[in-house]
């Protein structure tokens, strides 16, 4: 498998240097023009108008995506930015990071608001409450521990420790309605492990049912009743939440998958991997809309580190190892059409519905959840940090 996986690279990187890229190449425009400081995170205001990105140097870095201006830069953090969320009125922001802190920025006064410390280990995933009031938090020690707590967002303090998480938890997200908390983490090459509670009590839920592998993100879909999942093995899960069981799985990707979203009108489901692509799913068939490839330089993989969609699902951005952040036109890349991604690789070819196999004939693109593809080992890129000129800096 590893012969495999090092070939397809190499030929992704042929094909792209003469000249076929096998994928949608949309318009785009450059939001955030490369500095050397991988964009780890990113994350749209609730109007879509500003833009928050985790900085490798330790700074959040608020965007105009309209004016594409010079940002607003809180610079606080001691060690790269892991995670950003903004507040449901968009007037705060947070951010968590590897130096075990979680930081709360006030947009209109250009202030820190208030410091949350006393975690395990670094801090992976944030996410306000619907109402604004609770922030989840978590985290923890990688191949030890997990961490999840639920923190008053007025009152600065931690109001809940939640049990469950053996490992790192690596995605949060409250239900639409803010009655549920789901965490999503694991450790490569364990089981993944997915959790949920009822707010804002903290009262533990069933079991999640089903085979998965470490989990990298999570996200609902915006009526509530499904939920998504991606992960390390560069599978796309869906699972029923009021039956906490999964319904669909299928392969989406060559490497792990580090970001999941549904559109607000639910047409299609985003996904997004260390393979440099992204694509656009319709999560009821489930069969590819769109896909776009986005490399850097003479590497064919792991150059995109972030993924976001604006609430009006007319936008994604796509943060990069460089620095630099692209805006993409959901609109030009859904005109396309659904070109195959890469046309050498039957098990990635674009999905028309779910199928069961016996065991003696070959893999379908659509697996039973049981199927489990290889484990990969991430890689982690690197680069030399370079200051941003010109912008006001808060500390």
């Known amino acids: 498998m590893r012969i495999r996986s090092r070939l397809t690279v190499i030929v992704m990187a042929l094909l792209y240097s003469n000249g076929f890229h096998g994928v949608v190449r949309a318009d785009h425009r450059i939001l955030?023009?490369?500095?050397?400081?991988?964009?780890?995170?990113?994350?749209?205001?609730?109007?879509?108008?500003?833009?928050?990105?985790?900085?490798?140097?330790?700074?959040?870095?608020?965007?105009?995506?309209?004016?594409?201006?010079?940002?607003?830069?809180?610079?606080?953090?001691?060690?790269?930015?892991?995670?950003?969320?903004?507040?449901?009125?968009?007037?705060?922001?947070?951010?968590?990071?590897?130096?075990?802190?979680?930081?709360?920025?006030?947009?209109a006064g250009k202030k820190r608001l208030a410091e949350y410390r006393d975690f395990l280990g670094p801090v992976r995933s944030v996410a306000f409450s619907p109402d604004g009031k609770r922030l989840a938090v978590g985290g923890g020690v990688f191949c030890r521990i997990g961490q999840l707590s639920v923190w008053d967002v007025d009152g600065n303090r931690r109001t809940l420790e939640l049990k469950g998480p053996q490992q790192v938890v690596a995605s949060v997200t409250f239900s639409p309605g803010g009655k549920l908390l789901v965490?999503?983490?694991g450790r490569f090459l364990k089981p993944g492990e997915l959790f949920s509670w009822q707010m804002p009590g903290g009262t533990s839920q069933p079991g999640w049912k089903g085979p998965t592998d470490e989990i990298l993100c999570v996200a609902f879909s915006p009526d509530g009743k499904t939920l998504a999942t991606v992960g390390f093995d560069a599978w796309v899960r869906l699972w029923d939440v009021a039956t906490a069981r999964q319904t669909a799985a299928w392969r989406g990707h060559l490497r792990e998958t580090f970001f999941v979203a549904f559109s607000s009108?639910?047409?299609?489901?985003?996904?997004?991997?260390?393979?440099?692509?992204v694509r656009l799913?319709?999560?009821?068939?489930?069969?590819?809309?769109?896909?776009?490839?986005?490399?850097?330089?003479?590497?064919?993989?792991?150059?995109?580190?972030?993924?976001?969609v604006s609430p009006d699902a007319k936008w994604i951005v796509s943060g990069r190892i460089d620095g630099a952040v692209k805006l993409w036109s959901v609109e030009k890349l859904l005109a396309e059409g659904p070109t195959p991604l890469y046309p050498y690789d039957p098990h990635l070819a674009p999905v028309a519905s779910v199928l069961r196999h016996p065991p003696s004939t070959p893999r379908p693109i659509i697996a039973p959840a049981g199927?489990?593809?290889?484990?990969?080992?991430?890689?982690?890129?690197?680069?030399?940090?370079m200051r941003v000129r010109g912008a006001p800096v808060v500390e």
């Not at 199927?371 to 940090?385: H, L, T």
């Open 32 to 107: 955030v023009r490369g500095d050397g400081k991988p964009a780890y995170c990113l994350a749209f205001s609730p109007d879509g108008k500003l833009l928050a990105v985790g900085k490798s140097d330790g700074a959040v870095e608020v965007w105009d995506r309209e004016r594409g201006q010079k940002p607003v830069i809180f610079q606080r953090h001691q060690g790269p930015v892991h995670c950003v969320a903004f507040a449901p009125d968009g007037g705060t922001v947070a951010s968590g990071g590897s130096d075990q802190t979680v930081m709360l920025w006030d947009l």
């Open 183 to 185: 965490s999503g983490g």
């Open 265 to 277: 009108d639910e047409k299609w489901l985003l996904s997004a991997s260390m393979d440099n692509t």
């Open 281 to 308: 799913w319709d999560p009821k068939t489930p069969r590819q809309l769109t896909a776009l490839y986005d490399p850097y330089g003479e590497r064919a993989d792991g150059e995109v580190l972030s993924v976001a």
């Open 371 to 385: 199927d489990r593809p290889p484990r990969r080992k991430p890689s982690v890129p690197k680069s030399e940090p």
